[in-house]
Antibody, heavy 118, light 107 residues
Framework: QVQLVESGGGVVKPGGSLRLSCAASGFAFSDYYMTWIRQAPGKGLGWVSYISPRGSTIYYVDSVKGRFTISRDNAKNSLYLQMNSLRAEDTAVYYC???????????WGQGTLVTVSS | SSELTQPPSVSVSPGQTASIPCSGDKLGDKYACWYQQKPGQSPVLVIYQNTKRPSGIPERFSGSNSGNTATLTISGTQAMDEADYYC??????????FGTGTKVTVL
């Protein structure tokens, strides 16, 4: 069965860095767009970034451009999000999800909490 | 990308029909998806491409999209359907946008 397992969240000071990972299994990872979505405490869902199957197409929401970097290792069935210059407003649960476009985000991980606080 | 507006809450009696609107400029020209999120859980896709249900999603969930409004309809609502629901739209641009979310309460 399809599984997405995020890791790497934690508490970090403003200006700090974290690297999130998402381990995928149960499907042909290299065939799919992958996406990072975040949800601030008590708030709605918001786009962070997505990456095409071979990494040739990448998108970032304006608020993270220049600070976050999405990447993938198809040999390791893994998705990553390098987060630098973190701000308090980046505090959220970060989900990795499979998919993109009109077919929707068909599978989601359990999420990993990132807290940016001094 | 344009904003998508949903009512903050919708209440429905068990067995009745709940309709959740999602409004956005020319939304009918785009594809809409809907996600269900229960407390403490990850979102689940319940409708994609306006009207299609993923495998395993009950038939009581249906969707439509026309004009400026996409609608998720839950027929014969059950207590287990109590959750937050988010619409999401895609068009020819590179990114989708999420709606503001609606909390469905089954009274």
């Amino acid at each position: 069965q399809v599984q997405l397992v995020e890791s790497g969240g934690g508490v970090v000071k403003p200006g700090g860095s974290l690297r999130l990972s998402c381990a995928a299994s149960g499907f042909a990872f290299s065939d799919y767009y992958m996406t990072w979505i975040r949800q601030a405490p008590g708030k709605g869902l918001g786009w962070v970034s997505y990456i095409s199957p071979r990494g040739s197409t990448i998108y970032y929401v304006d608020s993270v451009k220049g600070r976050f970097t999405i990447s993938r290792d198809n040999a390791k069935n893994s998705l990553y999000l390098q987060m630098n210059s973190l701000r308090a407003e980046d505090t959220a649960v970060y989900y990795c999800a499979r998919g993109w476009g009109s077919s929707g985000l068909t599978y989601w991980g359990q999420g990993t909490l990132v807290t940016v606080s001094s | 990308s344009s904003e998508l507006t949903q009512p903050p809450s919708v209440s429905v009696s068990p067995g009745q029909t709940a309709s959740i609107p999602c409004s956005g400029d020319k939304l009918g020209d785009k594809y809409a998806c809907w996600y269900q999120q229960k407390p403490g859980q990850s979102p689940v896709l319940v409708i994609y491409q306006n009207t299609k249900r993923p495998s395993g999603i009950p038939e009581r969930f249906s969707g439509s999209n026309s004009g400026n409004t996409a609608t998720l309809t839950i027929s014969g609502t059950q207590a287990m359907d109590e959750a937050d629901y988010y619409c999401q739209a895609w068009d020819s641009s590179t990114v989708g946008v999420f709606g503001t979310g609606t909390k469905v309460t089954v009274l």
